[in-house]
């Protein structure tokens, strides 16, 4: 369980650190002919990052059911 939280971490941090780059430097997104919001971005980054650190506190505790 202890390497599934540390990948999960890992992943989210990627995820992270892909919508900073895309809320910095303004890179356009379009879906099916819809803009998508830089703002959109801004709430990736605080909802991804809050997992990422929620994932690697839990993993430095060695306490996989992630319980406060």
Do not use: E, K, N
């Not at 202890?2 to 990627?14: A, D, P």
């Not at 703002?39 to 319980?67: E, H, K, N, P, Y």
Request: aromatic content about 8%; charged content about 5%; hydrophobic content about 60%.
């Amino acid at each position: 369980m202890r390497q599934y939280v540390l990948v999960s971490g890992l992943f989210l941090t990627l995820i992270t650190l892909g919508q900073l780059v895309r809320l910095l430097l303004q890179w356009p997104v379009t879906i099916a002919g819809v803009g998508i919001p830089l703002w959109a971005s801004a709430i990736a980054v605080v909802i991804a990052g809050s997992l990422a650190i929620w994932a690697f506190r839990v993993q430095s505790r060695g306490d996989s059911t992630g319980a406060v």
